[in-house]
């Protein structure tokens, strides 16, 4: 089957478990880091596990209710952030290059036409982005199980080259307004409490924001229980459904994926109603400002590894939490245990 994923291993829990406990340290002394080191040998099925390079695949498409007024910027910033991707002045720049991380960008459905570009990756749907989800769905079905596809076929041929860390990032004038529609479909939250000021509306504009999504999902009239896959259509973008079979296609070749903000956690909730084992391979990297992370972290039962007030996107979260996942391999793979260190665990524990 093209979307199924596989639990992750639990035949190394035991063994894994106690070589993190005979480590030179107190019992759970390294806290999140620990769950993450059994997690990481888990998905690996082994006992010293190995990162490699990240890669951050970054999804860009644009959004049919963006010309509303859901967003306080133009749709032509997508295709502008785009171009600063390209010439490496964007933020998830400047952390990829820090970090030593990977860095693939995608057009999912931007309004633009970039031309033949070597490191854009020309996977658009549309070339006009969604269609208004106040209107109409913001896609077809059609449309919709292609990006699934594409999506699914970009993660594996980045496994192909080797990877093994796979992190999401993405760019889109209005997707914080599809992202709360989506999350609060997806884990039945208030629309009202999945709203917020994305890249940052005022007071009035939050106003504004708040009546046009109620407007869509009355138009919508999905039932509680409707199936992700058409919650997806109906509120879209490309490049939520893209990260999304992106997802599945990472777990399915046994990668380790991280998990940014919002828009990014949106899609994983897509694709965890299609494929729910996903979640075994998801580092939650960052709690976003945008009020609705609280409903999908919650609803993920996530422990994110950092909280620094990030509303900002791009896979940045991720990118910034990179070096705590690999220091979770690394105490794993290097730290000494209290028998090769020759120290005494009784006196050592008091
Ligand atoms: O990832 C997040 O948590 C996040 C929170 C707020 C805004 N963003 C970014 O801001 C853009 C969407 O904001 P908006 O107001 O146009 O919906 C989009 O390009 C996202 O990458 C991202
Ligand atoms: C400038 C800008 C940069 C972004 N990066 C991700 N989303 C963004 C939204 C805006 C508006």
Redesign the pocket.
């Known amino acids: 089957m093209p979307f199924t994923v596989s639990s992750i291993d639990d035949s190394l829990v035991a063994a894994l478990q106690h070589k993190i406990d005979r480590k030179t340290k107190p019992l759970g002394a390294l806290g999140l880091l620990e769950k993450l080191a059994l997690q990481v040998g888990r998905i690996q099925k082994t006992l010293s596990p190995e990162l490699g390079e990240a890669q951050m695949l970054v999804f860009a498409a644009d959004h049919g209710a963006a010309k509303a007024g859901v967003?306080?910027?133009p749709q032509d910033?997508t295709w502008q952030?785009v171009e600063n991707y390209l010439a490496g002045g964007?933020?998830i720049n400047v952390f990829a290059r820090q970090n030593k991380i990977r860095l693939h960008v995608i057009d999912a459905g931007v309004a633009h036409d970039f031309g033949e570009r070597d490191t854009l990756i020309n996977a658009k749907i549309s070339p006009t982005g969604t269609r208004n989800y106040l209107d109409e769905p913001a896609m077809s079905a059609a449309e919709r199980d292609a990006a699934l596809q594409k999506g699914r076929e970009i993660a594996h041929r980045v496994a192909d080259s080797g990877a093994r860390v796979f992190a999401f990032g993405?760019?889109?004038?209005g997707n914080t307004a599809a992202a709360a529609l989506i999350t609060s479909q997806l884990t039945g939250t208030p629309l009202i409490d999945c709203i917020g000021r994305g890249?940052?509306l005022d007071d009035r504009g939050l106003e504004h924001k708040r009546a046009l999504l109620q407007r869509a999902a009355t138009r919508a009239a999905l039932p509680a229980d409707a199936a992700a896959l058409d919650v997806l259509a109906e509120f879209g973008g490309f490049e939520i459904a893209m990260i999304a079979g992106a997802m599945i296609g990472a777990a399915q070749r046994g990668g380790l994926l991280l998990i940014d903000g919002f828009i990014v956690t949106a899609a994983l909730l897509v694709a965890e109603r299609i494929a729910p084992a996903v979640r075994d391979y998801c580092v939650f990297c960052h709690h976003s400002a945008e009020p609705g992370a609280r409903a999908q972290l919650k609803a993920l039962a996530a422990e994110p590894l950092i909280d620094l007030g990030l509303r900002?996107?791009?896979g940045t979260g991720a990118a910034l939490a990179w070096p705590l996942v690999q220091s979770a391999a690394a105490f794993l793979n290097e730290m000494a245990s209290f028998e090769s260190a020759g120290i005494s665990e009784k006196e050592a524990r008091g």
């Open positions: 967003s306080p910027f910033v952030m964007a933020a993405e760019m889109g004038i890249a940052g900002l996107g791009e």
